[in-house]
């Protein structure tokens, strides 16, 4: 039996994270039912300076899930994750590794934007979420895993890896290889898209930037089976 949408959307909104992945777990929740009820989420603050909830996005099932961090400003705003700066290099990165955007499912640890305002008041200036913040979401990120049921996990970025893959991951020494996790078959960390965006110079954009490409690239060679 379905848990009906309404049911878990009149979870108490603090609740929520950990009544969804009750219900997926329990087979009573599909994924509208949980993504609806991710809408009313308030099991941290960061809801109250956020537009909206920006839950993950593709297809589900899926072969392939890519969790980043948060939501940005343009995230935020839209609804929709790695629709941004960093999303562009995310595409650029996935469609020279050969993997199709659009098969993928793209969500982040934290559903919710945590920002502050820039000193000339203008602009939302992105902020690290913090420990609390991110084990009040971390069910929404294992309730997407079990419907997903994706053959490979890629976790984009420290926050990601050591939410999901264990804090003794380091993204700068075990990007690109298979880490040993339960998650998926395949689990691999690497860098978050905005590194390339914040390397200083060329050189070291570029740097990072094929880094990135080559641990899609080794993902991609897995999926493919070759
Ligand atoms: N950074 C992330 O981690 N996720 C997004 O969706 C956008 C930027």
């Known amino acids: 039996m379905t848990v009906a949408h309404e049911d878990l ?16 777990e329990a087979r ?8 609806a009820a991710a809408d009313g989420c308030r099991a941290c603050d960061l809801w109250a300076r956020a537009t909206q909830t920006v839950f993950g996005r593709g297809p589900v099932p899926a072969r392939l899930m890519l969790v980043g961090e ?18 562009g290099i995310l595409d650029q990165a996935l469609e020279e590794a050969g993997i199709d955007r659009e098969t993928a499912f793209v969500t982040n640890v934290v559903k919710h934007f945590k920002w502050r305002p820039a000193p000339s008041g203008k602009r939302r200036l992105h902020e690290r979420p913090d420990r609390a913040e991110i ?12 419907l997903v049921r994706p053959d490979a996990l890629v976790l984009l ?26 998650l998926a078959p395949l689990v691999v960390a690497t860098i978050h898209p905005s590194a390339v965006l914040r390397a200083r110079g060329a050189a070291a954009r570029k740097e990072m ?4 490409v080559r641990d899609l690239k080794a993902v991609a060679r897995v999926l493919s089976g070759s």
């Open 28 to 35: 009573q929740a599909e994924f509208e039912d949980v993504r």
């Open 135 to 146: 084990g009040a979401c971390l069910p929404w990120v294992e309730s997407e895993l079990a």
């Open 209 to 212: 930037y094929a880094g990135f």
């Open 9 to 24: 959307a009149a979870a108490p909104p603090e609740a929520r994270p950990e009544a969804a992945l009750v219900a997926v």
């Open 157 to 182: 970025g420290a926050t990601a890896a050591k939410a999901l893959a264990g804090s003794k991951v380091s993204v700068t020494r075990d990007h690109g290889v298979p880490l040993a996790s339960e």
């Open 70 to 87: 948060q939501p940005g400003d343009q995230e935020d705003v839209r609804g929709e994750p790695f629709v941004g700066p960093a999303g």
